[in-house]
């Protein structure tokens, strides 16, 4: 009965109408490449000082929501992750809109969207103080496990293994430029002071995705541009729906456990459930040339951790991700001290967030359904406007982030790199996992080495780190044993 009179108020008209607002916002903002969920939260906390509670944090959580959601429009349709989080959805996005399925590809996203969202919503709802504790078993040993079984994907993502190991190892050698995260060291710099930090991510991954796509598409374009494509339908067909029932399920399931471990992120977790929908497929050949459930795990899982990163901000007040950290400071700014001390003493402000956090999902569905018949005309747009379009996003995007000229450089010379790594068949998934990871794995293992005396056996110690260690060598021996058996295959006729 009291949890009711708690969940009332959220459904109020004015409250209702703030978290739609939020919630659309935050869809635009997704949408727009360089302009992250996290920005969106960031510049409006500030608005939400003075409002009540219920109004000013569900605004956020609704920004949040959508946020991630609209990175997937601009990936599918535009081959340009709108967030890092929507990256893997490039890989099966794209293609499906080439073939002229863009309305069905959203509406996957959309659904696959909705399910990881409300599934990680339910575990916030019931599990939250439970499933936090678990956070806490995390040192820096098991996020070094965690970082090396998310690098070893990279082997199942690419078609040759060699090719994706050489993609994967510049990748961690990429993103070791910067600061040393232990000493402060600078390394690989070579004067620019710019690049002190490391690259920028958001204009890197402009650059290896979108920009690299624009050189490839400027190949074609002032030879035959040929007909607009045609897009038809927003609804999957049930065929569709079927085979992409399991990835479903796996990347809900992935995106909750990833979003309730604190410093992983929504980038994590969709290549992950990417990775073992592909894995676990009957048919992983199709993954890539444009697969429904390639989309369905990535959308899901990334969608999941947005619910599940609240666990351990309001149940032990460590962030689940980058947004929650800004989230954060949007409880301080309501005078609110995030954890356990807050379900005793707030309760009408936890049950508020968590029946928010299941409105602002259902609105992020009706508004993306709704939207898919807009946002598929990009398509309609003849290429050479729409090539130049895109250039001009590239450019914005990366330059409003920091301000930083520096970040232009970035982007175009990722994309310069990403373009010849298309035309060698060199994966690009496998180089943007290593600089999502590479830090993660390279700051854990310092930590962890410094806190055992560099003692290795710290590092597989724990059930956990065994656990890991043991999802990794399976991630590396199966590709090569099924590249094995292939060229097995082949050779018996020839005998």
């Not at 049930?238 to 479903?248: G, I, N, R, W, Y």
Request: net charge neutral; glycine share 12%; proline share 6%.
């Amino acid at each position: 009965m009291d949890a009711l009179q708690y969940v009332l108020p959220v459904f109020a008209p004015n409250v209702l109408w703030v978290i739609a607002l939020g919630t659309i916002g935050g869809l635009i903002i997704g949408a727009l490449p360089g302009l992250t969920a996290t920005m969106g939260v960031a510049l409006l906390i500030p608005l939400t000082f003075g409002m009540q509670p219920i109004l000013g944090l569900n605004m956020l959580i609704g920004i949040y929501i959508g946020g991630i959601y609209g990175g997937c429009i601009s990936a599918i349709l535009l081959r340009t992750p709108g967030t890092p989080s929507s990256a893997a959805t490039v890989l099966d996005g794209y293609p499906l809109a080439q073939k002229g399925q863009a309305g069905k590809a959203l509406g996957m996203a959309t659904i696959a969207s909705f399910i990881g969202g409300i599934f990680a919503a339910v575990v916030l709802a019931t599990l939250a103080p439970q499933l936090a504790s678990f956070a806490l078993q995390f040192g820096p040993a098991e996020y070094f496990a965690l970082a090396l079984f998310g690098l070893t994907i990279i082997a199942s993502l690419s078609g040759d293994v060699l090719k994706g190991a050489i993609a994967g190892l510049a990748g961690v050698l990429i993103s070791t430029v910067g600061a040393d995260p232990i000493s402060g060291a600078l390394r690989y710099t070579f004067g620019v002071s710019g690049f002190a930090s490391g690259f920028a991510f958001t204009p890197a991954l402009i650059g290896l995705f979108a920009l690299s796509e624009v050189f490839v598409q400027m190949e074609k374009i002032f030879a035959d541009e040929g007909p607009a494509m045609k897009v038809s339908g927003r609804w999957p067909s049930l065929a569709d729906m079927k085979e992409s029932v399991p990835a479903l399920i796996r990347g809900s399931i992935i995106g909750t456990i990833i979003g309730i471990i604190p410093g992983t992120g929504s980038g994590t977790a969709s290549w992950i459930a990417y990775s073992e929908a592909r894995r676990s497929s009957k048919t992983p050949e199709k993954f890539g040339t444009g697969h429904m459930p390639g989309v369905a795990a990535t959308e899901s899982a990334n969608n999941a951790v947005c619910a599940a990163a609240l666990i351990p901000l309001l149940a032990l007040g460590v962030p689940g991700d980058v947004v929650t950290a800004v989230l954060m400071g949007g409880l301080m700014i309501q005078g609110l001290a995030p954890g356990p001390m807050l379900f005793q003493s707030r309760p009408d402000v936890i049950v508020g967030m968590f029946a928010g956090t299941f409105v602002a999902t259902i609105f992020m569905f009706v508004f993306g359904m709704l939207g898919i018949g807009l946002f598929s005309r990009i398509l309609m747009i003849p290429k050479r406007i729409l090539t130049m379009s895109i250039v001009a996003f590239c450019f914005i995007g990366s330059f409003a982030i920091n301000l930083n000229v520096v970040d232009l450089y970035t982007m175009v010379g990722f994309g310069v790199l990403g373009y010849g790594m298309q035309k060698f068949g060199f994966s690009q998934a496998a180089l943007c996992i290593a600089l999502i990871l590479g830090p993660m794995a390279e700051a854990n293992l310092r930590r962890g080495l410094l806190q055992s005396g560099d003692d290795v056996i710290a590092f597989v110690s724990t059930p956990i780190c065994l656990l890991f260690l043991a999802l990794a060598a399976l991630s590396i021996l199966l590709p090569l044993l099924r590249q094995f058996r292939g060229q097995t295959t082949i050779a018996t006729p020839a005998q």
